[in-house]
């Protein structure tokens, strides 16, 4: 005790002794730190389930809320998503981007984050594959067997840290596992995505077509076509595509 006494004597004895003291003040570096408040004002009923979602997790309110933005933001939803407007593809125009047109039965959905953080996207694996067409046909991995596909579909349901999101695309509803269909798929990567994201899906019914794209303009000679006229109609586009220089 005596010495730190004496030290704090030394200290206030020199205090005021030239070159003791800078001139000016010393500037403090400001660092943040990771972290930022933002106050938001809720409905009560929306601020009493909060509470109540928070104390059945176990975590603190501010926690749920971060992880609810942190979903939020990652699943793109600030991409505020429409019916496309303006000229409509035709066949033609889809068909010349296809690398694959399939008829099959919907199997059972997968739903997932992109890899980017920035949509989600569904899987449809399709039961008893018939290919009518295919750009760079594919072998199985086992003998005997006959390949199959699955349709990537963007938009779905996921849940991340216990919260679920739903990415809705107004374009294209939701595929329908156990119905019927016949799509044109773009190779994307290693997945097979629907032609044009929205175009590019049509579901049979009592054997005629019907697309699937929410626009009633979009190829009305096709709409309620029967199955075995659309597929004359699709090869024969496909063969004027082989045969034209532009191909």
């Known amino acids: 005790m005596k010495e730190t006494r004496n030290a704090a004597?030394?200290?206030?004895?020199?205090?005021?002794?030239?070159g003791e003291w800078e001139d000016g003040p010393e500037q403090i570096e400001s660092r943040p730190s990771g972290t930022q408040v933002i106050s938001a004002r809720l409905p009560t009923v929306l601020a009493e389930h909060l509470l109540a979602e928070a104390s059945n997790r176990g975590i603190r309110p501010s926690e749920l809320v971060r992880q609810a933005v942190e979903v939020y933001m990652r699943s793109a939803v600030g991409r505020v998503a429409s019916v496309?407007?303006?000229?409509l593809p035709t066949?033609?125009?889809?068909?010349?981007?296809?690398?694959?047109?399939?008829?099959?039965?919907?199997?059972?959905?997968?739903?997932?984050?992109?890899?980017?953080?920035?949509?989600?996207?569904t899987d449809y694996p399709i039961n008893n594959a018939v290919f009518i067409?295919?750009?760079?046909?594919?072998?199985?991995q086992t003998p005997g067997t006959l390949p199959g596909v699955t349709v990537t579909?963007?938009?779905?349901?996921?849940?991340?840290?216990?919260?679920?999101?739903t990415q809705k695309e107004p374009a294209l509803l939701p595929l329908q596992s156990g119905t019927q269909g016949l799509f044109l798929l773009q190779r994307i990567g290693t997945k097979y995505q629907i032609t044009r994201?929205?175009?590019?899906a049509f579901r049979i019914v009592?054997?005629?077509l019907l697309p699937l794209m929410a626009r009633k303009d979009f190829l009305p000679e096709y709409r309620n076509m029967t199955v075995s006229a659309a597929v004359t109609s699709i090869r024969a586009i496909l063969q004027n595509h082989t045969n034209s220089p532009q191909r």
Do not use: C, W
């Not at 579909?153 to 999101?165: C, E, R, Y």
């Not at 994201?197 to 590019?200: A, F, R, T």
């Open 9 to 18: 004597d030394s200290v206030l004895a020199h205090s005021e002794d030239e």
């Open 84 to 87: 496309p407007s303006g000229p």
């Open 91 to 121: 066949m033609s125009d889809l068909l010349g981007i296809t690398d694959v047109v399939v008829m099959g039965t919907i199997g059972n959905p997968r739903s997932y984050v992109s890899e980017d953080q920035r949509d989600v996207y």
């Open 133 to 140: 067409y295919q750009k760079q046909p594919t072998a199985t």
């Open 153 to 165: 579909q963007l938009g779905g349901t996921v849940t991340v840290n216990g919260t679920k999101f």
């Open 197 to 200: 994201v929205y175009y590019g």
């Open 206 to 208: 009592d054997g005629v």
